[in-house]
């Protein structure tokens, strides 16, 4: 049986995904592995650089941007390893990192979805590379430590391993049979929080969530929430929706009044350093 389903969303990132290929394909030696990509309909000739270079990889094409989660479901659809592991394109893999992560899933099975410690290009811990549940607790105390106290919620650079409510979608091991129930990632959402909704519904199904810092990968896009000026209205926006669909109706009216004063603020602070 494969040891491990690599699914990869490809989106006009020829070269990362060539290099990336590159890697995954040398280093499958201890593992047995099905790579496949999905390519959103790339304009840059990812699509052909993959059925030429690359045969042994399973390569979907699709006629238009179907975005992440869609993409990734149609990966799922064709996954026939007893893990499956959610990649961005924009990784790098050391050797033996992925055959290190399929021992922790082997030696802990009540773990149904795990990631290991994302590294940004320059090697510092990557921000939001795991987390609590948005809960509107939660959501406050991170307001007030990014408002107010300027640093983030939780300490990134976590040297043992957690139990955590999410962890990221740039590089994300399910347990098949934990993927089967939960019935992959929600195509209603755009971006952000595919990872969250899908880890908690993990969780719901009864299995740990874990962060693995011990084992490392790079992430190249990795980078904070308020370095991408648009990212705050798609945060925002699929934040909503998460309530929607998991929190009763108080809680949606409390969050609408919690995200207004939020921003009020945040740009109260850009004007501020704007005039300074």
Known sequence: MTDLSILVVSWNTRRLLADLLTSLIGDAVDLSTQPIVIDNASADGSAEMVAGRFPQVDLIRNAENVG??????????????????LLNSDTRIPPGALASLVCFMDAHPDVGACSPRLLTADGAAQAYAFGDDPSLAYLLRRGWNRLLRNRPLHDWGVAHTLDVDWVSGACLLLRQEALV?????????????????????????????????????????????????KAPAAYQQSLRYFYAKHYGPISRFLLDIGLNIYNRLANSQKKSVQIR
């Open 68 to 85: 992440f989660a869609r993409a990734n479901n149609q990966g799922i659809a064709e996954a026939a390893g007893r893990y499956v592991l």
């Open 181 to 229: 129930q939960v019935g992959g990632l929600d195509e209603a959402i755009f971006m952000y929080f595919e990872d969250v909704d899908l880890c908690r519904r993990v969780r719901q199904h009864g299995w740990r969530v874990c962060y693995v810092p011990e084992i490392q990968i790079t992430h190249l896009g990795g980078r904070s929430l308020m370095q991408n000026p």
